[in-house]
């Protein structure tokens, strides 16, 4: 018997260079079966459709979507509500209400959670429904999959500053920490690797939430490195923490948490500052520079990856055709085959739900300060076809007259 009825789509977590593509995917699929009878968009995520906050994206004009979709950030906006059952009670209250049997949420962890418990209580209530998780975060977090939709892009980004950064620093040499997002995984952090051409390019040092991070060591670390080469370029991320498991930056600021009880790592300098303050004091280095990337590298203009574009879109189209040609349930995952391409699969939702996915041992080193050539070629074809290149002068140097 085939469904008929409305369309639901909604972006939750954090905005992405790519989110979009996924959104217009899902629409522009979706408008394709006779038994689709509207293809809604909800404002502001979750929060939208209890509010009934909808746009009618039947009637948006194809030019106006796919320009939306190379637009960066969420086009529906988004939401950082993390749905208990009572709020998911009233989620499907209004799918009923407007007699929406396909819903599909683009979004993290949290996100894929939210539809695994709206498709329960629309499975209790003997509701005919179809629920899909499109998956998206640049964290790159998400269980079984082999990477996720935004976090391409992102990486790009992070290579690309960092490039920056080392050109700089060679210049004018010193010490610079740059702190980059991930709270549990080191994936974003690690991309910083991919900006390294010669030898002695930074980032010297990369140091990620997987591993225990000890202030003694790094400190030794950083002294190695600037003993070699004058100049030392560090790559952290945001959730590093000790041995105990607490977050490095709590021993600055104390410890803020969050609406969802996350402790607070992003939003001020203070981890950078506070390692910096460190290599001041312990090393007596005195030209030290921290950055935070906080949001920048989530929806910055340009620097996009086409491969993430490419399949961002075909998740989006992907979980339309598993609701309607397959009539399932699920999340989106992406899996590697070849080198390189992908192929999609629709999971069961508890495999993903509410769960995250770790840098695997073989993209550490066994120093526990940096990546490994495994890491490189993992995320390589991610960033997207030519990646810009640094180049330095090789012409030999004049000999000495007056000062031998």
């Known amino acids: 018997m085939r469904l008929e009825g409305k369309v639901v789509i909604a972006q939750g977590g954090g905005p992405t260079a790519v989110i979009n593509q996924s959104l217009v995917g899902a629409v522009l699929e979706s408008r394709k079966y006779p038994q689709i009878t509207k293809v809604y968009g909800a404002v502001n995520g979750v929060n939208g459709i209890v509010n009934e906050n909808f746009l009618d994206l039947t009637q948006e004009t194809t030019h106006s979507l796919e320009e939306v979709a190379l637009t960066p950030s969420s086009g529906l906006l988004s939401t950082r509500d993390k749905p208990d059952e009572a709020y998911c009670s009233e989620i499907l209250k209004v799918f009923?209400?407007?007699?929406?049997?396909?819903?599909?949420?683009?979004?993290g962890n949290d996100s894929s959670d939210t539809v695994r418990i709206v498709n329960e209580h629309a499975k209790k209530s003997n509701y005919d429904f179809r629920a899909i998780h499109i998956p998206k975060t640049i964290d790159n977090d998400l269980m079984v999959n082999d990477h996720t939709p935004g976090y391409g892009s992102a990486a790009r980004f992070v290579a690309q500053a960092f490039m920056g950064i080392n050109l700089d620093n060679r210049a004018l040499p010193g010490v610079h920490i740059s702190v980059v997002m991930g709270r549990h995984a080191g994936f974003l952090t690690a991309a910083s690797a991919l900006a390294q051409k010669y030898a002695d390019d930074g980032p010297h040092l990369v140091y990620v939430p997987e591993r225990a991070f000890d202030v003694d060591k790094?400190?030794?670390?950083v002294k190695n490195v600037y003993d070699k080469y004058g100049r030392c370029i560090i790559a952290v991320s945001e959730g590093i923490q000790d041995a105990q498991g607490e977050p490095i930056v709590t021993k600055l600021v104390g410890r803020e948490e969050d609406a969802h009880g996350n402790v607070q790592l992003s939003g001020t300098g203070a981890l950078g500052d506070l390692l910096s303050q460190q290599i001041k004091d312990k090393l007596n280095i005195q030209r030290v520079r921290s950055d935070t990337f906080g949001y920048l590298q989530r929806s910055f203009m340009g620097c996009v990856?086409?491969?993430?574009?490419?399949?961002?879109r075909e998740v989006g189209e992907?979980?339309?055709q598993f609701a309607v040609w397959h009539d399932a349930d699920g999340s989106v995952t992406i899996h590697r085959t070849g080198n390189y391409a992908v192929?999609?699969?629709?999971t069961d939702l508890s495999e993903v739900a509410a769960k995250t996915k770790l840098m695997p041992d073989e993209f550490i080193n066994s120093e526990g300060n940096h990546v490994t050539e495994a890491f490189k070629n993992y995320a390589l074809p991610l960033v997207g076809?030519?990646?810009?290149?640094?180049?330095?002068l090789r012409a030999p140097g004049v000999p000495k007259i007056i000062n031998k």
């Open 96 to 107: 009923k209400a407007h007699d929406v049997r396909y819903f599909f949420y683009i979004g």
């Open 218 to 221: 790094f400190l030794v670390d």
């Open 305 to 312: 990856s086409d491969v993430d574009q490419i399949e961002a």
């Open 318 to 320: 992907k979980a339309v």
């Open 343 to 346: 192929d999609y699969r629709l």
């Open 385 to 392: 076809t030519n990646l810009p290149s640094a180049s330095i």
